[in-house]
């Protein structure tokens, strides 16, 4: 019931279960978390089940849920006295981080695939502030380059390797159970990348099972697109020791665009602790589900709608029962990706071979002349 801005906040009302900070008198918050938890029907028949959750980390103050990591993250940046911060990252993690740091007085630093991220996520770091590097290799390559970078101009790197974002990113699942009144879902799907928000919730869910704030762990299903999709190949092969990355990663959610994950270890542990799945999807059925979260009043971007494409393959197989309790995340806003909305509906979306995507839910805008009889006879038919 508190006004005071950290009681606030959906990461820092949770400040037990991230306790690095000696004091909190620094700390930026942006008013991040507090992400609803969103029934819907109609995605719940598309993907055959029963009924679905969202929880939407869209509605953060940037859009995504980098958010709840980052205010962390920066926090640690200006206990170590650091005065610039630096990411590599695939739109949304700069977007946050060039809020984050602006706000609380340090210069950002992005670098980021040129040509590779969606005009929303960089017209957000550029607003906000950044100074913003286009390099012209792929993600994996950029981080790369950037671990040296940071080591030789002690630029403080906050990338989801950083431990400090990861602490931040267990308030989505300590929120959710908060928000069910503690009751335990059978299942959380999420779209992974770099595997570092699947590392976090199975963090969170296993401190809030030892502190006995829950009887026992949801089952995590991890969804990626199926031109980027290591971490799948990794769980479907005998020898789990080492992952092999994708040299050439390719999807059109380019937020997951990702092919050699550093957070793979510790997503490993957390999918086999919770008796977890990893489950990959189409172009196509990335697109659909997405139109179909769109049309349920709710929208989000492109990575986001994996997990609904995953739950209906899922259910398919018999892998996820459809009476089953499912939260599925949607990790980033309906706004960060406006051309790929526009060309799917209007039926010119192409995947990365060249194939055009079939519109199955599209909804193409009409040209009409500015005649109150003609509209009127389009409208009555
Ligand atoms: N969904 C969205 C919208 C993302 O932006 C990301 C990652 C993911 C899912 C995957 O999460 O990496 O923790 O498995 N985006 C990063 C970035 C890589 O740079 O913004 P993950």
Not at 2 to 26: C, K, M, T
Not at 103 to 127: D, M, R, T, V
Not at 353 to 359: E, F, L, T, V
Request: charged residues 20%; aromatic residues 6%; neutral net charge.
């Amino acid at each position: 019931m508190s006004n005071a801005p950290l009681d606030q906040s959906g990461v820092w009302r949770y400040r037990e279960f991230i306790p690095f900070l000696e004091s909190d008198h620094r700390v930026v918050t942006l008013r991040e978390g507090s992400t609803p938890l969103l029934d819907a029907p109609a995605a719940a028949r598309y993907a055959g089940l029963d009924r679905i959750t969202f929880k939407h980390q869209g509605f953060n103050p940037t859009g995504s849920f980098k958010d709840n990591g980052m205010t962390c993250g920066v926090a640690q940046a200006l206990r170590l006295g650091m005065t610039r911060v630096a990411c590599v990252s695939t739109g949304n993690t700069s977007a946050s981080m060039a809020a984050y740091a602006s706000a609380a007085g340090l210069q950002p630093i992005i670098f980021i695939p040129h040509g590779n991220i969606s005009y929303g996520k960089l017209a957000q770091a550029l607003e906000y502030g950044a100074r913003t590097l286009q390099v012209e290799a792929n993600f994996d390559q950029i981080l790369a380059l950037v671990r040296q970078l940071a080591e030789r101009l002690g630029i403080y790197l906050l990338n989801s390797i950083n431990p400090f974002r990861i602490e931040g990113q267990k308030t989505i699942m300590i929120e959710m159970m908060d928000q069910r009144d503690w009751s335990v879902p059978d299942w959380v799907v999420l779209p992974g990348g770099n595997l570092g928000n699947v590392s976090a919730f199975g963090k969170a869910l296993r401190e809030m099972k030892a502190h006995g704030l829950i009887p026992k762990m949801p089952r995590l299903a991890v969804i990626q697109a199926e031109g980027s999709a290591p971490f799948y190949e990794l769980m479907h092969s005998r020898d789990r020791s080492r992952l092999n990355p994708v040299g050439h990663p390719e999807t059109l959610a380019t937020a997951i665009k990702i092919g050699d994950p550093v957070s793979w270890p510790k997503a490993l542990h957390e999918i086999t602790e919770s008796n977890g799945l990893v489950e990959k999807v189409t172009e196509q059925e990335i697109a659909d589900a997405k139109a179909v979260i769109g049309q349920a009043g709710i929208g989000c971007e492109p990575a986001s709608a994996a997990t609904l494409a995953g739950l209906r393959k899922l259910v398919a197989a018999g892998a996820v029962r459809p009476d089953s309790d499912v939260v599925a995340v949607l990790t980033g806003n309906v706004l960060k990706d406006p051309d790929y909305i526009f060309k799917y509906h209007t039926g010119v979306l192409e995947d990365f071979s060249g194939s055009r995507i079939r519109p199955n839910f599209g909804n193409a805008p009409a040209v009409v002349p500015n005649d109150t009889e003609r509209i009127s006879l389009l409208l009555e038919t």
